[in-house]
Protein backbone atom coordinates (compact mmCIF):
# COMPACT_ATOMS: atom_id res chain seq x y z
CA UNK A 1 0.00 0.00 0.00
CA UNK A 2 1.08 3.48 -0.61
CA UNK A 3 1.77 5.65 2.16
CA UNK A 4 -1.15 7.73 0.13
CA UNK A 5 -3.54 5.02 0.70
CA UNK A 6 -2.89 4.19 4.47
CA UNK A 7 -6.47 5.00 6.31
CA UNK A 8 -6.11 7.66 9.31
CA UNK A 9 -6.35 5.90 12.81
CA UNK A 10 -7.80 8.76 14.56
CA UNK A 11 -6.87 12.61 15.14
CA UNK A 12 -5.76 13.85 18.12
CA UNK A 13 -4.44 16.84 20.41
CA UNK A 14 -1.44 14.95 20.84
CA UNK A 15 0.35 11.92 20.45
CA UNK A 16 2.99 10.48 22.65
CA UNK A 17 5.26 8.20 21.20
CA UNK A 18 6.99 5.93 23.79
CA UNK A 19 5.33 4.49 27.40
CA UNK A 20 8.04 4.69 29.36
CA UNK A 21 8.38 6.81 32.33
CA UNK A 22 8.35 10.04 30.21
CA UNK A 23 5.37 9.27 27.84
CA UNK A 24 3.23 8.30 30.75
CA UNK A 25 3.94 10.85 32.92
CA UNK A 26 3.33 13.66 29.96
CA UNK A 27 -0.16 11.39 29.15
CA UNK A 28 -1.03 12.03 32.17
CA UNK A 29 -0.22 15.27 32.96
CA UNK A 30 -2.46 16.14 29.44
CA UNK A 31 -5.24 14.14 29.28
CA UNK A 32 -5.75 15.29 33.33
CA UNK A 33 -6.34 18.86 31.18
CA UNK A 34 -8.87 17.50 28.88
CA UNK A 35 -6.48 17.40 25.62
CA UNK A 36 -7.46 13.74 23.72
CA UNK A 37 -4.09 11.89 23.88
CA UNK A 38 -3.00 8.72 22.32
CA UNK A 39 0.09 7.22 23.51
CA UNK A 40 1.74 4.24 21.57
CA UNK A 41 4.79 1.84 21.97
CA UNK A 42 6.27 -0.31 19.95
CA UNK A 43 6.92 -3.02 23.12
CA UNK A 44 3.66 -5.65 23.55
CA UNK A 45 4.27 -5.24 27.03
CA UNK A 46 4.55 -1.88 29.32
CA UNK A 47 7.87 -1.95 31.05
CA UNK A 48 9.38 -5.09 29.65
CA UNK A 49 12.25 -6.10 29.10
CA UNK A 50 13.38 -3.95 32.23
CA UNK A 51 16.43 -2.06 30.92
CA UNK A 52 17.52 -0.65 33.96
CA UNK A 53 19.10 -1.41 37.33
CA UNK A 54 15.97 0.70 38.96
CA UNK A 55 17.61 2.81 41.39
CA UNK A 56 15.94 6.35 42.50
CA UNK A 57 16.04 8.73 44.96
CA UNK A 58 13.08 9.05 47.47
CA UNK A 59 12.58 12.51 46.53
CA UNK A 60 10.76 11.05 43.13
CA UNK A 61 7.74 10.28 45.35
CA UNK A 62 6.68 14.31 45.41
CA UNK A 63 6.75 14.26 41.76
CA UNK A 64 4.50 10.81 41.00
CA UNK A 65 2.02 8.54 43.10
CA UNK A 66 2.88 4.68 42.44
CA UNK A 67 2.19 2.28 45.06
CA UNK A 68 4.77 0.18 47.45
CA UNK A 69 4.21 -2.93 45.73
CA UNK A 70 6.75 -0.91 43.31
CA UNK A 71 9.70 -0.78 45.47
CA UNK A 72 11.46 -3.97 45.73
CA UNK A 73 13.15 -1.81 49.07
CA UNK A 74 14.03 0.91 50.10
CA UNK A 75 18.47 2.11 50.28
CA UNK A 76 19.93 4.77 53.01
CA UNK A 77 23.25 5.13 51.54
CA UNK A 78 25.65 4.84 48.51
CA UNK A 79 29.73 3.52 49.23
CA UNK A 80 31.96 4.56 46.51
CA UNK A 81 34.85 2.28 46.06
CA UNK A 82 38.09 3.32 44.55
CA UNK A 83 40.87 1.25 43.34
CA UNK A 84 43.09 2.44 46.15
CA UNK A 85 40.82 -0.09 48.29
CA UNK A 86 39.19 3.26 49.95
CA UNK A 87 35.68 3.37 50.32
CA UNK A 88 33.47 6.23 50.98
CA UNK A 89 29.94 6.52 52.61
CA UNK A 90 27.21 8.55 51.85
CA UNK A 91 24.06 9.10 52.68
CA UNK A 92 21.87 8.50 49.48
CA UNK A 93 18.10 7.53 50.64
CA UNK A 94 16.39 5.90 47.41
CA UNK A 95 14.42 3.08 46.39
CA UNK A 96 15.14 0.19 44.60
CA UNK A 97 11.83 -0.22 41.79
CA UNK A 98 10.56 -3.09 40.42
CA UNK A 99 10.74 -0.99 37.15
CA UNK A 100 8.40 -3.01 34.88
CA UNK A 101 5.28 -2.98 37.82
CA UNK A 102 6.07 1.31 38.15
CA UNK A 103 6.02 1.75 34.47
CA UNK A 104 2.61 0.15 34.17
CA UNK A 105 1.27 2.17 36.78
CA UNK A 106 2.60 5.33 35.84
CA UNK A 107 0.90 4.06 32.17
CA UNK A 108 -2.77 3.01 33.75
CA UNK A 109 -2.55 6.64 35.68
CA UNK A 110 -1.84 8.01 32.44
CA UNK A 111 -4.65 5.61 31.33
CA UNK A 112 -7.65 6.46 34.06
CA UNK A 113 -7.12 10.58 33.14
CA UNK A 114 -7.98 9.69 30.12
CA UNK A 115 -5.61 9.16 27.48
CA UNK A 116 -5.73 6.56 25.32
CA UNK A 117 -2.94 3.64 24.87
CA UNK A 118 -1.97 1.36 21.91
CA UNK A 119 0.80 -1.18 22.70
CA UNK A 120 2.99 -3.24 20.04
CA UNK A 121 2.42 0.40 18.10
CA UNK A 122 5.54 1.36 16.14
CA UNK A 123 5.69 5.06 15.14
CA UNK A 124 7.38 5.02 11.77
CA UNK A 125 7.93 8.47 10.88
CA UNK A 126 6.06 12.17 10.42
CA UNK A 127 4.60 13.93 7.39
CA UNK A 128 2.53 16.02 5.99
CA UNK A 129 -0.72 13.37 6.65
CA UNK A 130 0.67 12.94 10.55
CA UNK A 131 2.61 10.38 12.13
CA UNK A 132 2.65 7.13 10.38
CA UNK A 133 2.34 4.03 12.81
CA UNK A 134 2.08 0.56 12.29
CA UNK A 135 0.46 -2.43 14.05
CA UNK A 136 -0.28 -6.04 14.01
CA UNK A 137 1.33 -5.46 10.04
CA UNK A 138 -1.59 -2.92 9.10
CA UNK A 139 -0.24 0.84 8.36
CA UNK A 140 -2.01 4.05 9.58
CA UNK A 141 -1.63 7.65 10.15
CA UNK A 142 -2.41 9.22 13.06
CA UNK A 143 -3.34 13.00 13.34
CA UNK A 144 -1.99 15.41 16.40
CA UNK A 145 -1.46 18.91 16.92
CA UNK A 146 1.22 17.97 19.31
CA UNK A 147 3.82 15.26 18.72
CA UNK A 148 5.79 14.15 22.29
CA UNK A 149 8.58 12.07 21.92
CA UNK A 150 9.75 10.26 24.70
CA UNK A 151 11.03 6.96 23.14
CA UNK A 152 13.72 6.81 24.56
CA UNK A 153 17.58 7.09 23.75
CA UNK A 154 17.78 5.85 20.18
CA UNK A 155 14.47 8.32 19.75
CA UNK A 156 13.01 7.94 16.27
CA UNK A 157 10.83 11.44 17.03
CA UNK A 158 14.19 12.96 17.71
CA UNK A 159 15.71 12.19 14.60
CA UNK A 160 12.23 13.32 12.63
CA UNK A 161 13.62 16.52 14.49
CA UNK A 162 16.38 17.14 12.69
CA UNK A 163 18.64 15.51 15.73
CA UNK A 164 21.54 13.56 15.02
CA UNK A 165 22.15 10.31 17.76
CA UNK A 166 23.30 11.75 21.02
CA UNK A 167 26.69 10.79 22.83
CA UNK A 168 25.78 7.42 25.17
CA UNK A 169 27.26 5.22 27.72
CA UNK A 170 26.78 0.95 27.26
CA UNK A 171 25.87 -1.38 29.62
CA UNK A 172 25.46 -4.21 30.44
CA UNK A 173 23.54 -5.31 33.63
CA UNK A 174 23.00 -9.28 35.42
CA UNK A 175 20.86 -9.65 37.99
CA UNK A 176 22.03 -12.11 40.82
CA UNK A 177 20.95 -14.11 43.92
CA UNK A 178 21.79 -11.82 46.94
CA UNK A 179 22.68 -14.88 49.69
CA UNK A 180 22.90 -11.11 52.48
CA UNK A 181 20.36 -8.15 52.80
CA UNK A 182 22.32 -5.13 52.58
CA UNK A 183 20.39 -1.48 52.80
CA UNK A 184 23.08 0.78 50.34
CA UNK A 185 24.17 0.75 47.10
CA UNK A 186 28.22 0.27 45.53
CA UNK A 187 29.93 1.64 43.03
CA UNK A 188 33.32 0.65 42.16
CA UNK A 189 35.67 2.68 40.18
CA UNK A 190 38.33 0.67 37.61
CA UNK A 191 40.83 1.79 35.33
CA UNK A 192 39.49 -0.68 33.01
CA UNK A 193 35.79 0.68 33.22
CA UNK A 194 36.68 3.45 30.99
CA UNK A 195 34.49 6.59 31.42
CA UNK A 196 32.02 4.59 33.72
CA UNK A 197 31.53 2.78 36.91
CA UNK A 198 30.08 -0.83 38.00
CA UNK A 199 27.42 -1.07 40.50
CA UNK A 200 25.85 -3.44 42.82
CA UNK A 201 22.39 -2.74 43.66
CA UNK A 202 20.26 -4.97 46.26
CA UNK A 203 16.76 -5.82 45.61
CA UNK A 204 15.68 -7.95 48.51
CA UNK A 205 16.91 -11.69 47.68
CA UNK A 206 18.63 -10.54 44.21
CA UNK A 207 20.74 -7.61 43.13
CA UNK A 208 21.41 -5.81 39.61
CA UNK A 209 25.31 -6.12 39.50
CA UNK A 210 26.33 -4.03 36.37
CA UNK A 211 29.02 -2.07 34.65
CA UNK A 212 28.27 0.89 31.92
CA UNK A 213 31.27 2.21 29.72
CA UNK A 214 32.07 4.68 27.07
CA UNK A 215 30.43 3.05 23.96
CA UNK A 216 33.86 2.54 21.48
CA UNK A 217 34.83 0.28 24.65
CA UNK A 218 31.42 -2.07 24.62
CA UNK A 219 32.84 -5.07 23.57
CA UNK A 220 34.83 -5.42 26.30
CA UNK A 221 32.28 -5.60 28.30
CA UNK A 222 31.62 -9.43 28.86
CA UNK A 223 34.95 -9.62 29.88
CA UNK A 224 35.15 -6.76 32.76
CA UNK A 225 31.59 -8.32 34.09
CA UNK A 226 33.09 -11.77 34.34
CA UNK A 227 35.91 -10.14 36.03
CA UNK A 228 33.84 -8.03 38.33
CA UNK A 229 31.62 -11.19 39.46
CA UNK A 230 34.89 -12.57 40.66
CA UNK A 231 35.57 -9.41 42.76
CA UNK A 232 32.45 -9.36 44.22
CA UNK A 233 32.55 -13.20 45.65
CA UNK A 234 36.14 -12.63 46.73
CA UNK A 235 34.38 -9.55 48.65
CA UNK A 236 31.66 -11.85 50.15
CA UNK A 237 29.36 -10.42 48.41
CA UNK A 238 28.04 -13.15 46.94
CA UNK A 239 29.25 -17.09 47.76
CA UNK A 240 28.55 -18.42 44.01
CA UNK A 241 27.78 -16.79 40.42
CA UNK A 242 24.03 -17.32 40.32
CA UNK A 243 22.95 -15.24 37.39
CA UNK A 244 18.90 -15.13 37.45
CA UNK A 245 18.53 -12.25 34.05
CA UNK A 246 20.67 -10.69 31.49
CA UNK A 247 19.98 -6.63 29.97
CA UNK A 248 21.64 -3.57 29.10
CA UNK A 249 21.58 -0.66 26.86
CA UNK A 250 22.66 2.80 26.30
CA UNK A 251 22.43 5.89 28.44
CA UNK A 252 22.30 9.46 26.80
CA UNK A 253 25.72 11.28 28.17
CA UNK A 254 24.70 14.23 26.46
CA UNK A 255 24.91 18.10 26.96
CA UNK A 256 21.40 19.52 27.17
CA UNK A 257 19.82 19.61 23.54
CA UNK A 258 17.11 21.60 21.91
CA UNK A 259 13.76 19.85 22.51
CA UNK A 260 11.01 22.12 20.72
CA UNK A 261 10.83 21.97 16.94
CA UNK A 262 7.70 23.49 15.60
CA UNK A 263 4.71 21.33 16.74
CA UNK A 264 7.47 18.53 18.20
CA UNK A 265 8.71 18.21 21.88
CA UNK A 266 11.07 15.95 23.36
CA UNK A 267 11.19 14.44 26.84
CA UNK A 268 13.29 11.75 29.10
CA UNK A 269 15.98 9.82 27.52
CA UNK A 270 14.51 11.22 24.13
CA UNK A 271 15.87 14.75 24.96
CA UNK A 272 18.81 13.19 26.92
CA UNK A 273 17.46 14.20 30.06
CA UNK A 274 19.44 11.72 31.98
CA UNK A 275 22.46 12.24 34.10
CA UNK A 276 25.11 12.58 31.92
CA UNK A 277 27.76 11.22 35.32
CA UNK A 278 25.83 8.69 36.90
CA UNK A 279 23.54 7.64 34.27
CA UNK A 280 20.61 8.32 36.14
CA UNK A 281 16.98 9.03 33.94
CA UNK A 282 13.99 8.12 35.75
CA UNK A 283 13.34 11.08 38.09
CA UNK A 284 13.99 13.51 34.97
CA UNK A 285 11.87 11.84 32.61
CA UNK A 286 8.69 12.02 35.29
CA UNK A 287 9.45 15.79 35.36
CA UNK A 288 10.03 16.17 32.18
CA UNK A 289 7.01 14.45 31.05
CA UNK A 290 4.97 15.89 33.16
CA UNK A 291 6.01 19.31 32.08
CA UNK A 292 5.60 18.66 28.41
CA UNK A 293 2.07 16.88 28.55
CA UNK A 294 0.97 20.09 30.73
CA UNK A 295 2.34 22.84 27.99
CA UNK A 296 1.38 20.44 25.19
CA UNK A 297 -2.29 21.48 26.40
CA UNK A 298 -1.81 25.49 27.64
CA UNK A 299 -0.56 25.88 23.75
CA UNK A 300 -3.35 24.33 22.01
CA UNK A 301 -5.60 26.07 24.58
CA UNK A 302 -3.82 29.60 23.44
CA UNK A 303 -3.64 28.29 19.90
CA UNK A 304 0.17 29.57 19.88
CA UNK A 305 2.62 26.76 19.59
CA UNK A 306 4.85 29.28 20.23
CA UNK A 307 4.24 28.50 23.63
CA UNK A 308 6.02 24.88 23.70
CA UNK A 309 9.24 26.79 24.52
CA UNK A 310 7.71 27.17 27.85
CA UNK A 311 8.87 23.71 28.17
CA UNK A 312 12.34 23.62 27.19
CA UNK A 313 12.48 27.35 29.47
CA UNK A 314 11.07 25.12 32.58
CA UNK A 315 13.34 21.95 32.24
CA UNK A 316 15.88 23.84 32.06
CA UNK A 317 15.27 26.10 35.56
CA UNK A 318 14.36 22.68 36.94
CA UNK A 319 17.21 20.12 36.33
CA UNK A 320 19.04 22.05 32.79
CA UNK A 321 22.19 23.29 35.01
CA UNK A 322 22.89 19.79 36.84
CA UNK A 323 22.96 18.31 33.37
CA UNK A 324 25.08 20.68 32.06
CA UNK A 325 27.73 20.56 34.91
CA UNK A 326 27.58 16.61 34.32
CA UNK A 327 28.42 16.76 31.19
CA UNK A 328 31.34 19.47 31.51
CA UNK A 329 32.14 16.97 34.26
CA UNK A 330 32.26 13.88 31.68
CA UNK A 331 34.08 15.74 28.97
CA UNK A 332 36.96 16.33 31.96
CA UNK A 333 36.71 12.18 32.81
CA UNK A 334 36.96 11.34 29.35
CA UNK A 335 39.46 13.67 28.05
CA UNK A 336 41.78 12.39 31.35
CA UNK A 337 40.81 8.75 31.61
CA UNK A 338 43.87 7.32 29.92
CA UNK A 339 46.40 9.93 30.71
CA UNK A 340 49.12 7.87 32.81
CA UNK A 341 50.39 11.58 34.42
CA UNK A 342 46.97 11.60 35.70
CA UNK A 343 46.06 10.41 39.28
CA UNK A 344 42.98 7.83 38.52
CA UNK A 345 41.55 8.09 42.31
CA UNK A 346 41.84 12.41 42.22
CA UNK A 347 40.42 12.26 38.39
CA UNK A 348 37.28 10.25 40.04
CA UNK A 349 36.59 12.51 43.20
CA UNK A 350 36.51 15.72 40.92
CA UNK A 351 33.98 14.08 38.51
CA UNK A 352 31.72 11.29 40.95
CA UNK A 353 28.84 13.02 42.67
CA UNK A 354 29.62 11.48 45.54
CA UNK A 355 32.63 13.44 46.20
CA UNK A 356 32.59 17.31 47.24
CA UNK A 357 35.45 17.75 44.56
CA UNK A 358 32.97 17.15 42.71
CA UNK A 359 30.73 20.49 43.18
CA UNK A 360 34.26 22.72 43.34
CA UNK A 361 33.85 24.27 40.16
CA UNK A 362 30.52 24.88 40.02
CA UNK A 363 30.68 28.78 40.55
CA UNK A 364 33.19 28.81 37.79
CA UNK A 365 30.68 27.41 35.34
C1 LIG B 1 21.36 -0.61 32.05
C2 LIG B 1 20.68 0.67 32.47
C3 LIG B 1 20.58 0.99 33.82
C4 LIG B 1 19.92 2.15 34.22
N1 LIG B 1 19.79 2.40 35.56
C5 LIG B 1 19.11 3.48 35.98
C6 LIG B 1 18.87 3.70 37.37
O1 LIG B 1 19.23 2.89 38.23
N2 LIG B 1 18.19 4.82 37.73
C7 LIG B 1 17.75 5.74 36.82
O2 LIG B 1 17.15 6.76 37.21
N3 LIG B 1 17.95 5.54 35.49
C8 LIG B 1 18.59 4.44 35.06
N4 LIG B 1 18.75 4.21 33.72
C9 LIG B 1 18.19 5.18 32.77
C10 LIG B 1 16.67 5.04 32.70
O3 LIG B 1 16.33 3.71 32.44
C11 LIG B 1 16.10 5.96 31.63
O4 LIG B 1 16.60 7.27 31.84
C12 LIG B 1 14.57 5.98 31.62
O5 LIG B 1 14.05 4.74 31.24
C13 LIG B 1 14.06 7.06 30.65
O6 LIG B 1 12.66 6.97 30.52
P1 LIG B 1 11.97 7.35 29.14
O7 LIG B 1 10.50 7.28 29.39
O8 LIG B 1 12.55 8.58 28.61
O9 LIG B 1 12.41 6.21 28.11
P2 LIG B 1 12.19 4.64 28.13
O10 LIG B 1 11.95 4.14 29.48
O11 LIG B 1 13.35 4.09 27.36
O12 LIG B 1 10.85 4.43 27.28
C14 LIG B 1 10.83 4.67 25.90
C15 LIG B 1 9.70 3.85 25.31
O13 LIG B 1 9.58 4.23 23.92
C16 LIG B 1 9.24 3.07 23.17
N5 LIG B 1 9.60 3.35 21.77
C17 LIG B 1 10.84 3.56 21.27
N6 LIG B 1 10.75 3.82 19.95
C18 LIG B 1 9.43 3.75 19.60
C19 LIG B 1 8.71 3.91 18.38
N7 LIG B 1 9.32 4.24 17.22
N8 LIG B 1 7.36 3.75 18.38
C20 LIG B 1 6.71 3.43 19.56
N9 LIG B 1 7.35 3.26 20.75
C21 LIG B 1 8.69 3.44 20.77
C22 LIG B 1 10.05 1.97 23.83
O14 LIG B 1 9.48 0.70 23.56
C23 LIG B 1 9.97 2.34 25.31
O15 LIG B 1 8.91 1.69 25.97
C24 LIG B 1 19.41 3.06 33.27
C25 LIG B 1 19.50 2.74 31.90
C26 LIG B 1 20.12 1.56 31.51
C27 LIG B 1 20.19 1.22 30.03
Not at 47 to 61: D, K, L, M, T
Not at 98 to 106: A, I, N, P
Not at 315 to 337: C, I, T, V
Request: proline share 4%; hydrophobic share 40%; aromatic share 8%.
Amino acid sequence: MSTAEMPIAGSYDILIVGAGPAGSSAARAAAQKGAAVLMVDRRQRIGVPVQCAEFVPRAISSYVNFSSKCIAQTVETMITHLPDQRSYEMKSPGFMLDRSLFDKELAASAVLSGAEISMGTRAMKCSQEGVAIERGGKHEWVRAKVIIGADGVRSSVAQWAGLPPGRTTIALQYEVVLPHPQNHVDIYFHKDYEGGYAWFFPKGKTANVGIGVVSHRTSSLPNLMEGFLNRLIDLKKMGRIEIIGKTGGAIPCEKPRQTVFSNIMLAGDAAGHAHPITGAGILNAVIGGEMAGRIAVESLARGDLNHLWQYETEWREAFGASLSYGAFKRDFLEENWNKPEIDFESLIRKTWVGFKEYYEDRRKK
